[in-house]
């Protein structure tokens, strides 16, 4: 596609349940970036993949944080027993060795 | 870690005015960024900047990155309402992770 799109747009979900975050890079785009914007504040570093592997892992906040890429292409966060601190826009980037375009962000709000 | 210093952390302006907004680091990058966000969107890329003392122009919009690798500015002339929105600069190594700056929030007043 032209750009980065992430699904769902918005998610409501109650405490302890799991989510799934999904992003589609730029085409061609070799890395892929997870980051977490909490209300009115900057954007948090989660997780970086080259391809298919993740060298950097060291912003996932605790072990209910996971993500996965396939195919080079889609990634997957996913949130297991969501807390309310979890609540926040969580936006994806993609780049080619240059400046990262960002997608408008899956807003989540754990209940 | 890293760390950007972001300032101002908001203006007031008045339609018409220039704004200048800027970023410092603790360490060396090789690419600074400039992104604005709008409310419930993402950030999206005005300018970017991969050279020491590079300055770059894109419309209204001008940038530099500084000599020293450790900061970089950003300049609005002629400012319109549309231009409200939160700022931020970015600075990256190579294919790694944006560390970014908290952001200037600009409010333009007609």
């Known amino acids: 596609g032209a750009g980065v799109s992430q699904s769902p747009s918005n998610k409501v979900t109650e405490k302890g349940k799991d989510v799934e975050l999904r992003c589609d890079p730029i085409?061609?785009?070799?890395?892929l970036y997870w980051y977490r914007q909490s209300l009115g504040q900057g954007l948090e570093f989660l997780i970086y993949?080259?391809?298919?592997?993740?060298?950097?892992k060291s912003g996932l906040p605790s072990d209910r944080f996971s993500a996965e890429r396939t195919g080079g292409s889609v990634s997957t966060l996913t949130i297991q027993r969501t807390q309310q601190e979890d609540s926040a826009v969580y936006l994806c980037?993609?780049?080619?060795?240059?400046?990262?375009?960002f997608g408008p962000g899956t807003r989540l709000l754990v209940l | 870690g890293q760390q950007l210093n972001q300032s101002p952390q908001s203006m007031f302006i008045q339609e018409g005015e220039d704004v200048s907004m800027n970023c410092t680091s603790s360490?060396?990058?090789?690419?600074w960024l400039w992104y604005k966000q709008d409310p419930g969107e993402g950030p999206v890329l005005l300018i970017a900047?991969?050279?020491?003392?590079e300055l770059t122009s894109n419309g209204r919009l001008t940038a530099q990155f500084g000599i020293t690798r450790k900061d970089s500015f950003l300049n609005i002339s002629a400012s319109i309402p549309s231009d409200v929105g939160i700022y931020f600069c970015?600075?990256?190594?190579?294919?790694?992770?944006?560390?970014f700056g908290k952001g200037t929030r600009l409010s333009v007043i007609a």
């Open positions: 980037a993609s780049s080619n060795l240059g400046a990262q375009y």
């Open positions: 900047l991969y050279k020491a003392g």
């Open positions: 970015a600075g990256s190594s190579g294919n790694t992770p944006l560390v």
């Open positions: 085409s061609g785009h070799t890395a």
């Open positions: 993949f080259q391809g298919n592997s993740a060298p950097d």
């Open positions: 360490s060396i990058f090789n690419t």
